[in-house]
């Protein structure tokens, strides 16, 4: 069995333990939820200090070309490229995850599918976007499949919406099998990417992923509310039309021209004015992630994983694995099952051990390689045992349940 | 005629010109494009950096409750309601405007209407979102019609998008009088408040108007791609549904539910992860100006666009007058017409004084009365009369033209 001693050991051997001072994490807490928020890179609050100050203060509207504001979401598109295996304009940032689902899914409908696929359990917004469009669209569908029957669901009118890593369960599609497979039935796959980017390897192009949309504020550190960003493969460029024909997509915007000509590219997916404070400090964090050795990143991540699992299985028989055992199967966090996973998240968070709940039963536990530690997932899973063994979450109402956890 | 003594006199006597030493202009600049990007708040680089370290480095994502994130988006839309004459109820802070003029659009047509009318020139991106809505959904028809003949062309089917006041000419439409005209027709409005939010008197209960989007970067000094807000009418919001279902419009975003079921009321306009930095940053800035005494500050705005207007007529004939002279019927910018209008703005610009310009050959000058004196308006209308006394402009290039002004 594993000790505190070996992990610290572990820890001291790391190279990438030294990316962990990068953050400004608070003391006193073990920061697990870096999969729903990731935490504060030091340089950011500098950064964004220069942006608003000089940039904005002394710059004024300026700085759309001096300061290069007007180019941030390419710029920013372009690192972000760098870590999902797409060519630099491939990818922009712009709005909000939700929101380039849209635009994504309408386009690929408007080229000519009608049915909408994905599975039941997607994250919310995957689901909700998926099915606002149908119910606007005049005879389109939206349709679920469970995971095993989702490739034989797909045909020749299908745009199947998959969650790389599932936000609850954490468990990972293998891209490239289901790319060939849905293709080979005539289908295309918009891919989320929330809860994959900065946390498993990824690489669109050899996968041959030709869509797909990602967060910024969860393992790239982009801040609360980041904006997203949006992936097409250069062969669907100039085939797919944004809905969403906002200015900043226009061939031309500052012709301020009457009719709206999509610009050639990835550009024809931003919509309105990008928010450069928001993309300042997702850039910082874009930035720190560039700096790692992404190969020994991913691969902390699933040893920060297993050594958590080990742990847990040798201490809390109480707790019920949700996410795969294989660590190709999975992202990079690890949940679950209890029946008052709700009280007991919250006991653990008051014990400075933050992961998080999700409905109706499922506690997750996010493993940032940045700046989690061997030590970390060690001492968490020892607090998970303590509080058990208490039974202090009795004690805890489930009043506040109803509230963002 | 006018003295620049006089006017400092003025600017002594004038007790909203306490207010401009609470934002942050930079020295040897006189700031007129406000209408384009507002000047930083003092109060917004401490803040901000409150909710970086504070909030998200110390918090994390205990945040969304302790520091009441979740919030965000209601709390500053309510604030903003206090500009523009709405209940606290009905106004939401979130996505871009372009994003919102889409939504509302889509949720109107969705309604029953099947024809999207504005006038040529409207801003770009107000036409742009009305061409995409118009091309993506069959039997939707997307129309324009002249200023003057806007009313006469609405009818029972017709959604009509309007600039309240214009990006280019500052030509301000008499919302009451409007209203009253499309609706005996059967139409509905939407407003697009991105010019007059913060600049001119706004009552929208008691212009009747139902439905309109505004801008969070321009007079509400939000910051670079500030989020916009969004309002509509109590009694519209039950009636109209988001095409963008995202999942922080939800009844009950963290159930999880796999089926959308659109919140109540205003929050069903929210679509993803509010973007909390540029959040605050808003807020901060929306707070400035409800401490001013609106009524003063918009007559102020007015005072001196009238007297930038009198200065120039006395000084430089070259220049032609887009804007009304009337002051109720524009916004609180003053445009002209100028056959080298993008040369002599950059020498403006060169010379300290920051207007800009728009295609083909608009010169504009934002009055933003948080911030501008009496002596700005004066000084600067000095340093246009110097400019074009010199014909400075012919040194300059045209070629930097393309790029965004």
Redesign the interface.
Known sequence: MTTLAECQARDAADPLALLRDRF?L?EG?I?L?GN??G??PKA??AR??EV??Q????G??????EAD??EAPRRVGAKIARLIGAGADEVVVT?????NL?KLL?AVL?DGRRTLLTE??N???D???A???A????GVRYA?APRGEIVAAAGPDTAVLLTHVHY?SGERYPMAEIETAVRARGGVVVWDLSHSVGAVPLDLAAAGAELAVGCG?KYLNG??????FLYVARGWQERL???????L??A?????????EPAPGIDRFQ?????????A?LECGVELMLQADRAALYAKGQALCELFIERIDAQCPQLKLVTPRDPARRGSHVSYRHPHAYPVTQAL?ARGV?G?F??PDVIRFGFAPLYNSFADAWRAAEVVAEVLADGVWDDLSEA?R????
């Not at 119910?135 to 005049?138: D, N, R, S, T």
């Not at 039309?241 to 200015?247: F, H, I, M, N, R």
């Not at 109803?402 to 956890?405: C, E, H, L, Q």
């Open positions: 400004a608070p807490v920061y939820d729903s928020l935490a504060l950011t609050a964004l200090a608003v100050a940039e904005w203060g002394r004024l509207v300026r700085s759309w070309n504001w007007i709005d909000s995850t939700s929101v849209y309408h408007a039941p359990g994250f919310p917004t689901q909700y976007i099915q606002g469009l119910a606007g669209l005049p679920t609850k504020y801040g609360p509310g980041a904006p997203a039309v944004s809905p969403l024909a906002g200015w997509g226009h031309a915007p500052f012709a301020f021209a009457d009719a709206y919509c309105g004015t990008p928010p450069i404070l928001s993309l400090a968070i933050i998080d999700r409905e506040a109803a509230r963002v956890t």
